[in-house]
């Protein structure tokens, strides 16, 4: 599969081209954009399609909002606000969500200073749907059709897939966040240069199952953190207090030691771990050995000890890929693993491929976005790109 360029689509002046953003931002307390990474990583497609002279109209989905009725907390007009600023144009929304005359007339009529962008796509019920009513409306837009919107990719969505079904191989693309997001996670799937660790964290065994077993083929070494990492240690026998664990997924935790062991993957788990007597920033805290959790206590972040072992377990890497927070990062009481983490990556010689969601959040707020390879704008679509699936989104913009 070999994606089509952007580069071979011949869009001239006026022409109309849709681009299928990933403007799914978090939003802060009071609604603002916390973090605005997704909008400048669309910024060149959209420059691009901007200096063929071409009229664009911008599209994406916000959080995950109940389908059909307009809610204001989901709202893109704090993304208008912010796509305007970074691109110094106007950019207009139209009042309705539905794909109505007045979106298809301002898509006619847009003015070169102008770009337009549609409200949230899942307030429309046949967004999530796949619905092919709902892509036709959209195709009837533009002439060319662009998806850059990596996180999405692993969605079988309207805008994502049916849509792009709609157009011929010469009329859409890739766009260039697109291209790079694929290119890196192809080379650490076909060609990695080793040793390669993987280091994986957050809150759940059961959402990243698929793609521990899949690294188990690839890595030299696996890292598990976060709330994970007590599924694991009860299954090695532990006692882990109140901490988060999947009691269905046990032995899917051993059979998965078993599986490291048998093709020689060094396995690392926390050796300390910080523990609360509740899930609260204002909580008793200690650091304990992970033989010695207290009855009833939470483990929520990993410790000092266990910093230093995964430090020195990473010192030899060429690649790492890190998805999923050491702690609960959310709260600064348990936010120094993933943070300390984020250094060690982010002074490490190897590439260092950070894949999305949360954890682009913690390199962020730890102040290494820049000392990294590569953050992935997705954090499932990395997923289950690194599982070895071929992702629907992909997929309908490939040859
Ligand atoms: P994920 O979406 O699976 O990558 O999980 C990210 C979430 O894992 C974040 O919201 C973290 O707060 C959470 N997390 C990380 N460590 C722990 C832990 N020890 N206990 C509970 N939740 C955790």
Wanted: aromatic letters at 8%; proline letters at 3%; charged letters at 25%.
């Amino acid at each position: 599969m070999k994606l089509l360029s952007i580069h071979k689509l011949e869009i001239k002046k006026n022409d109309r081209v849709f681009i299928r953003c990933d403007f799914n931002v978090p939003l802060n307390d009071e609604g603002e954009i916390a973090d605005d990474r997704r909008i400048r990583a669309a910024l060149a497609t959209i420059r691009y399609c901007l200096g063929k002279g071409a009229k664009v109209i911008l599209a994406s989905h916000l959080g995950r909002p109940k389908a059909g009725v307009f809610d204001k907390k989901f709202s893109l007009k704090v993304i208008q606000k912010r796509v305007g600023e970074l691109l110094k144009k106007d950019v207009i929304m139209p009042q309705n969500f539905l794909i109505d005359d007045e979106t298809i007339n301002m898509s006619q009529n847009l003015q070169h200073n102008q770009v337009l962008l549609l409200e949230n796509l899942r307030f429309n019920p046949g967004e999530t749907k796949n619905d092919s009513t709902f892509a036709k409306q959209l195709s009837n837009l533009a002439k060319f059709y662009i998806n850059d919107a990596f996180g999405v990719c692993h969605r079988e969505h309207a805008s994502v897939y049916a849509l792009p079904m709609l157009y011929s191989n010469d009329k859409k693309a890739a766009g260039l966040l697109l291209k790079r997001e694929v290119s890196f996670f192809d080379k650490i799937l076909k060609n990695p240069t080793k040793p390669y660790i993987a280091i994986i964290g957050g809150s759940k065994v059961s959402s990243k199952l698929n793609v521990l077993l899949s690294l188990l083929n690839k890595v030299d070494k696996l890292i598990i953190g976060g709330g994970m990492a007590f599924t694991f240690l009860k299954a090695l026998g532990y006692e882990i207090g109140d901490s988060l664990v999947e009691e269905n997924l046990i032995e899917d935790a051993k059979n998965i030691i078993e599986e490291a062991k048998n093709k020689n993957v060094k396995f690392y788990l926390p050796v300390d771990v910080v523990i609360a007597n509740k899930f609260e920033e204002n909580a008793l805290t200690q650091y304990v050995p992970i033989q010695e959790i207290t009855p009833k206590w939470i483990g929520l972040d990993i410790a000092p000890a266990t910093l230093t072992i995964f430090k020195e377990a990473i010192r030899d890497a060429q690649t790492i890929f890190w998805n999923g927070p050491m702690g609960v990062f959310e709260m600064e009481k348990f936010s120094k693993g993933s943070i300390s983490l984020s250094h060690t990556l982010a002074k490490s010689s190897a590439t260092t491929i950070v894949g999305g969601g949360d954890t682009g959040e913690v390199v962020n707020n730890a102040g290494d976005i820049d000392n990294m390879t590569f953050v992935s704008t997705g954090g499932g679509a990395a997923l289950e790109l690194l599982e070895g699936k071929i992702l629907p989104g992909i997929k309908a913009v490939s040859l």
